[in-house]
Structure formats: C-alpha cells, structure tokens
C-alpha cells in the first residue's frame, strides 16, 4: 500500500506565505505525478501544482508566477511554497500521487489523495 502524510497550512495572513509538504512512503515501485489539489466547499477539486513522471512541474493559472513546487532529491517528497495569498487561496490542500505499486508479485496502479490540510487566509 501506499500512503501520504501531508503537513503545513493552517492560519496565514492576507499577503503572507505557505509551505505545504507530502511524503509518499509504501512499496511504491514507480511514482509518476505528484503534486497538489485544493477545494473549497461547493467546488471542484482543482489543480494547484505538481510533477509530470519527466520530472517537469505544471502550475495552475491562479497562482502561477507565485508559486513553486519542489522535490525532497530521490525521496517521494513534494513541497508547495506559495507566496502573496489571498483569501482565494483559503482551500483544504490534498496531496496527491499517482503511479505503480509493488504488491507482493502484482504491481497495481494507484491514485492517491492525502487527508488534506486546511490553508486559511485571513486579514
């Protein structure tokens, strides 16, 4: 099995910055995406940042240019700083991974979201 353990969020000031981090552990035989959603209630589950499986990070038009993705070296690590929030920024944050698994002698496919973290920008 493969498991996320996010951390970061909480309160941030109007203007202020966030540093969210996921760890993927498990016997993940091949990661292909990793990288992070937000949500807010009544909306969708949206893109914000993450990793293609050629190592080249994407960002979502709404906080491109003020935002960076990074990874932990060779760990399946992810951190998402993101600089200039405002309240549109206030979201729960999911990590989220993709890629193949070792199970024994079958490798499985998987698509995982972490528990989500609660990001709250506030004045």
């Known amino acids: 099995q493969v498991q996320l353990v996010e951390s970061g969020g909480g309160l941030v000031q109007t203007g202020g910055s966030l540093r969210l981090s996921c760890v993927a552990s498990?016997?993940?035989?091949?990661?292909?995406?990793m990288g992070w959603y937000r949500q807010t209630p009544g909306r969708e589950r949206e893109l914000v940042a993450y990793?293609?499986?050629?190592?080249?990070?994407y960002y979502a038009d709404s906080v491109k240019g003020r935002s960076t993705i990074s990874r932990d070296g060779a760990k399946p690590t992810v951190v998402l700083r993101m600089d200039n929030l405002d309240s549109e920024d206030t979201a729960v944050y999911y990590c989220?991974?993709?890629?193949?698994?070792?199970?024994?002698?079958?490798?499985?496919?998987?698509?995982?979201y972490g528990q989500g973290t609660q990001v709250t920008v506030s004045s």
């Open positions: 990793f293609d499986s050629r190592g080249t990070p």
């Open positions: 498990g016997n993940i035989f091949r990661l292909n995406v």
């Open positions: 989220n991974a993709r890629g193949i698994y070792s199970g024994g002698d079958a490798k499985e496919a998987f698509n995982l």
